[in-house]
């Protein structure tokens, strides 16, 4: 789970627990309140009807109630001595019997058809009483009086609350999510920015730093550490980069100077044929190491000079003239040439480094192609993203394994193929690093019938 969900989930969890807790609070409030005044409206009718009957006697058997402060057959009322004889009961009793309870006061559900009496009922013909048990004396005598009020209304009334305070819930749960997981990004903004320049910087430029700001935060503490990283890092990358130009540059005067004196003493006749074999053996390997030397001095300058002097260039014309220099070796070796290339492919490219790319790839189809009976094919078409020049040759198929490490210097599907075929195992790499420059990609796959392609496209930018 990403951070700016955990964020939200956090943020929201807790403002709705808070929001959850408030309004249970402010229900139970709410709902003890109408409680409250109707158990002091019940005391208040018991007090009056015990002071009425108190002075009338209980020997009539029958009150005038009409100075209480409230009609008394609006209520279920029960007025019973210590021998539980009823002194009193309002109209209400005649319908439904009120059980009594050790409590003082207590809520009872009964069913009163509504044909009888209308007190409210619900669909089901159901009546909620508040009853209230109220212990006094009459003429010295302990009574007990039993009052209850409907308040079917009021249990409708506090449904009809709590499926408001239900919906507001939900709304409430809904903005606290959207504005948690707004609330996140904008916590989390800094933090992608810093990771978006830190990919910038890995995969573009070691020259770039993340912008530092103005609260010396946390935030300030990692981009300076990241920034300080970066800056070892490319220290580092310049003098290996040094190193590597350096140590080449200085190989290159020496090899070539035991080249010109090798082959200075090839041409003297009076050499031994087994002194001739070996020289000729020290000459090729001098040559390699020659070659080896030239790659590392081209792959360095690229790596050092990552700059472009883009013109028009016409890929088709370039792949026709590596073709025309290597005509005489593909014959050599019994390669089949296939060039498919009709039309131009125009676009803006560094025309030297281009030359380079394609005698690398044209050389590296060449070197492990069939030694017999071989085939190299080219073909290239423009599309609407950009230009894709393709080159097959037949060849051994190469390890699975090995297609993702190809483009590696020094790397070698096969390490016995270095002296069988001579090369440097930099081609492939400075290939890579030109098409990069160019914004390009470059992969190698293996095809039906024996074939290796090799896919270069570069995009055409608007």
């Not at 990403?2 to 709902?31: D, N």
Request: include cysteine.
């Amino acid at each position: 789970m990403k951070i700016r969900k955990k964020i939200t989930l956090w943020i929201s969890g807790t403002a709705l627990l808070s929001t959850i807790v408030f309004s249970c609070f402010i229900f139970f409030e709410l709902m003890e309140e109408p409680f409250k005044y109707i158990d002091q409206e019940m005391q208040y009718m018991a007090d009056a009807l015990v002071e009425q009957m108190q002075k009338q006697g209980t020997e009539k058997g029958a009150y005038d109630l009409s100075h209480l402060p409230y009609n008394p057959d609006t209520y279920w009322i029960r007025v019973t001595n210590n021998k539980a004889d009823t002194l009193y009961q309002s109209e209400i009793t005649k319908f439904t019997d009120i059980p009594p309870s050790p409590k003082t006061t207590y809520m009872v559900e009964r069913v009163i058809p509504r044909a009888q009496i209308w007190l409210g009922q619900d669909d089901h013909d159901d009546v909620l009483f508040r009853v209230r048990v109220v212990k006094k004396k009459i003429d010295n005598l302990p009574i007990e009086v039993r009052i209850a009020k409907p308040i079917e209304s009021l249990e409708e009334e506090l449904l009809e609350l709590l499926r408001y305070i239900t919906v507001s819930l939900t709304v409430c749960t809904l903005i606290i999510i959207i504005l948690s997981y707004q609330l996140a990004g904008k916590i989390l903004d800094p933090v992608v920015s810093i990771t978006r320049m830190s990919k910038e910087i890995s995969e573009k430029s070691l020259d770039k730093r993340i912008p530092l700001g103005r609260n010396k935060d946390e935030l300030y503490d990692l981009s300076f550490s990241l920034n300080k990283m970066f800056d070892s890092l490319q220290y580092s990358f310049k003098r290996q980069k040094e190193f590597i130009g350096n140590a080449s540059h200085e190989l290159k005067s020496p090899i070539t100077l035991l080249m010109l004196a090798q082959e200075e003493m090839l041409m003297n006749d009076t050499l031994s044929a087994s002194t001739l074999n070996d020289l000729t053996k020290q000459l090729d390997t001098t040559r390699r190491m020659s070659h080896l030397v030239r790659n590392l001095l081209d792959l360095s300058r690229l790596e050092q000079q990552e700059t472009l002097i883009k013109v028009p260039v016409d890929v088709v014309t370039v792949v026709n003239q590596v073709l025309d220099d290597y005509a005489e070796l593909f014959k050599a070796k019994n390669i089949n040439i296939q060039n498919k290339l009709a039309q131009a492919l125009m676009f803006q490219g560094d025309k030297e480094k281009l030359f380079r790319l394609v005698i690398n790839l044209i050389d590296n189809g060449i070197r492990y192609n069939f030694e017999n009976n071989g085939k190299l094919v080219v073909e290239g078409r423009k599309t609407n993203k950009g230009i894709l020049l393709e080159i097959f040759n037949t060849g051994q198929a190469i390890p699975e394994k090995d297609l993702d490490r190809i483009f590696e210097q020094f790397y070698r599907v096969e390490k016995s193929r270095s002296i069988t075929h001579g090369g440097s195992g930099l081609g492939l790499a400075i290939a890579k690093k030109i098409v990069q420059l160019h914004d390009g990609t470059i992969d190698i796959t293996n095809e039906p019938g024996s074939l290796i392609k090799t896919a270069v496209f570069f995009p055409l930018k608007a």
